[in-house]
C-alpha cells in the first residue's frame, strides 16, 4: 500500500516537473522573441518596482561593514585605555559619527551640485537604493521614478561623471544600466582628436572604445565624451581618460580600454540628467583629477537629455549597438 | 510533512529575501553569490524526498524576475539541477556527506555554465568563452562556498526526531 502511494507520487512529480521544463523553456524562448514590452520583461519590471522598497534595506549593510571593520579596528587597541575613555566618549564619538555622515552627504551633494553647474543641467538628485542581485548585470536602483519625471533613456551622472542610463522606470524608483555593464554602449568621441566611436562595458569590468577608426590615433590619457549621435545620451558629458592602448590598429587587433572617473561601486547619490545646454561640452581639468581648477571648452552645439522612451529604446537595449 | 512543507517555503522565501537585499554588497570582484539557488539545490540534497521539483522551479524564477537576465533560465536550471541531484543521491548515495555535497557542486557547475550559455543565446553582448570565464566560474565558486554553509543548516533542520525514527522502524 505505502509503495503504491510512493509511486503515485512519484508518477505525479514526474508530470509536475515535466510541465514545469517546459513552462521554463517556452519563457525563455517568448523572452528571447518578444521586445522590451512584452509580457515577460513587463512582469520583470513590475517585479523591480515592488522590490525596490524592499532593496532599501540592503543599502544600510555597506554602512553596517564599515561599522564592523571599525570595531575590530578598536577591539585591537589598548582595553585599559578604552575603558577609561570608552564612557567619556560614548556620547562624542555617536555625534561625532552623525555630524561625519552629515558632512560627507553634504560633500557628495556639493560636488553633484558643482557638476551640474557645470553643465548647465537640468535633473533630479537621487540615492542609489539597490544593487543588481545577480552577476550577469550590472544596474543600480535609485529612488526616483515617473512621479519625478524620470523616464526611461534619460542619462546618469556622479560626480564625475556619466555613469549609465535610465532603463526602466515605476512611479517611485527607477532602474539605471551602468556603463560597466556589458551590454551598455554610448556613442562616444575623444575629445582632443574628435574621434568617434563607442565605448562599451565589458565582464571584466573595464571599458572599452570600440568601431574607432583604424588611422584615428587615441593616446594614454586622452579624455572621452559622450557624443550625443543616436540621441540616447546627452552630448559632451565626461565618460572616462584612455588608460591603455593594446594591440595594432592596422590589423584590426587593437583595443582602447577607457577607465571611468569613479568608482561606481561606493556612489550614494547621483543626478538623473533631464536636459544639458550649451556648455555640456565644458570639461574641467580638475574632474578628470578629482581637484577643482580651470574649465576647458571643448566642443560646440546643444544637445537635449532624450528624456524619451525613444531614447531609452536606442541606448539602453540589450545590443548596444545603436548607438552606432 | 506540512512541517516539513512550511520550512521548505518559509527556506525559499527568506533565500530570495536574502538574494534581493544582501547579495550585492557580497560581491567580491565579479563574482555574486546566488544565495536562492545555493538554498534550492542544498534544499533538494537534503530532502528526503525525492519530489523536490516546484520549489527550485519558483526560486529560479524569482532569481529571473529579479534581475535582469532571460525569465525562465535559472528557473528551468535550478529545476533540472535539484532532478540531478536527486537522482545522483539516489543512485550513489550511501548516507554520508560526502555524495550530497559531491552533487550539489557538480549540479552547481553545471548551471552556472549552462547560464551562461542561456545569457548568450538570449542576447547578452558577450562571448561564451568570455562568460565562462568571467562570471560562470567565480559564481560557481562562490555559490559553492554558499551552498555548503546552507546543506548543513538544512540537514540539521530536517533531521528525524525520534518519535518519526520510531514510526518510521515499525511501518
Redesign the interface.
Known amino acids: 500500500m ?1 509503495l503504491s502511494f510512493q509511486d503515485t ?2 508518477r ?2 514526474r508530470i ?2 515535466g510541465v ?2 517546459a ?6 524562448a ?3 522573441i518578444e521586445g522590451s514590452s512584452g509580457p ?2 513587463r ?2 519590471q513590475g ?2 518596482a515592488v ?1 525596490a522598497p ?2 532599501t ?2 543599502s544600510g ?2 554602512a553596517a ?1 564599515d561599522a564592523a571593520e571599525e570595531a575590530v579596528a578598536d577591539a585591537t587597541a589598548d582595553e585599559a585605555t578604552l575603558t577609561a575613555l570608552r564612557d567619556r566618549n560614548a556620547e562624542l564619538t555617536q555625534l561625532l559619527t552623525q555630524a561625519e555622515e552629515y558632512r560627507l552627504e553634504s560633500e557628495r551633494l556639493r560636488e553633484l551640485l558643482e557638476l551640474k553647474d557645470i553643465y548647465k543641467l537640468e535633473g533630479v538628485s537621487a540615492r542609489v537604493i ?8 550590472q ?1 543600480i536602483t535609485l529612488d526616483v521614478g515617473e512621479e519625478d519625471g524620470v523616464t526611461p533613456g534619460l542619462t546618469v551622472m556622479g560626480p564625475a561623471g556619466v555613469i549609465g542610463q535610465v ?1 526602466e522606470a515605476s512611479p517611485s524608483s527607477c ?1 539605471v ?1 551602468l556603463l560597466t555593464d ?2 551598455s ?1 554610448v556613442a562616444a568621441q575623444v575629445q582632443s582628436s574628435r574621434v568617434e566611436g563607442i565605448v ?1 562595458g ?4 573595464a571599458l572599452e572604445l570600440e568601431n574607432v577608426s583604424a588611422d584615428a590615433e587615441v593616446v594614454q590619457g586622452d579624455v572621452v565624451l559622450t557624443s550625443g549621435l543616436g540621441g540616447s545620451f546627452t552630448k559632451g558629458l565626461l565618460i572616462g581618460t584612455v588608460v591603455r592602448v593594446e594591440g595594432n590598429a592596422k590589423d584590426g587587433t587593437r583595443v582602447i580600454v577607457v577607465a571611468p572617473n569613479q568608482d561606481v ?1 561606493s556612489l550614494e547619490e547621483v543626478t538623473v540628467v533631464f536636459s544639458a545646454s550649451e556648455s555640456a561640452r565644458i570639461i574641467r581639468k580638475d574632474m578628470l583629477d578629482g581637484g577643482a581648477s580651470d574649465a576647458t571648452q571643448a566642443d560646440g552645439g546643444s544637445q537635449d537629455g532624450g528624456g524619451s522612451s525613444d531614447g531609452a529604446d536606442a541606448g539602453t537595449d ?4 545603436e548607438d552606432a | 510533512m506540512m512541517a516539513v512543507f512550511g520550512m521548505e517555503t518559509a527556506g525559499a522565501v527568506i533565500a530570495v ?1 536574502l ?7 557580497l ?1 567580491i570582484g ?3 553569490p ?1 544565495i536562492a539557488l545555493a538554498f534550492a539545490l542544498a534544499y533538494a540534497a537534503a530532502s528526503q524526498r ?2 523536490v ?2 520549489m527550485p ?1 519558483l526560486v529560479g524564477l524569482a ?11 535559472m ?2 536550471l535550478a ?2 539541477a535539484a ?1 540531478l541531484i536527486q537522482a545522483l543521491i539516489a543512485r550513489f548515495g550511501n548516507g554520508t556527506f560526502f555524495v550530497p555535497v559531491a552533487s550539489i557542486v557538480i549540479a552547481l557547475f553545471l548551471v552556472n555554465v549552462l ?1 551562461a550559455l ?2 548568450t ?6 562571448g561564451l568563452g ?2 565562462l ?3 560562470s566560474l ?2 560557481w565558486a562562490y555559490d559553492t562556498v554558499a551552498a555548503l554553509v546552507i546543506y548543513p543548516l538544512i540537514r540539521f533542520f530536517l533531521r528525524p526526531k525520534p518519535q518519526e525514527l520510531d514510526l518510521t522502524s515499525i ?1
Open positions: 505505502q507520487d512519484h505525479i512529480s509536475i516537473a514545469l521544463i513552462a521554463g523553456i517556452i519563457m525563455i517568448v523572452y528571447a515577460l520583461h512582469l520583470q517585479m523591480h522590490m524592499v532593496e534595506v540592503g549593510i555597506g561593514a539597490g544593487r543588481s542581485t545577480d552577476a550577469w548585470n544596474t532603463m532602474l544600466r556589458p551590454n554602449g562599451r565589458s565582464l571584466t569590468g561601486s540589450a545590443q548596444g549597438g | 529575501l538574494q534581493a537585499i544582501v547579495a550585492p554588497y560581491a565579479p563574482a555574486l546566488n525525492t519530489n521539483v516546484i522551479f532569481y529571473d524576475l529579479l534581475g535582469s537576465g532571460p525569465v525562465g533560465g528557473a528551468l529545476l533540472l532532478i547560464y542561456v545569457c543565446t538570449c542576447g547578452a553582448d558577450v568570455e562568460a570565464l568571467y562570471r567565480p559564481a511501518s
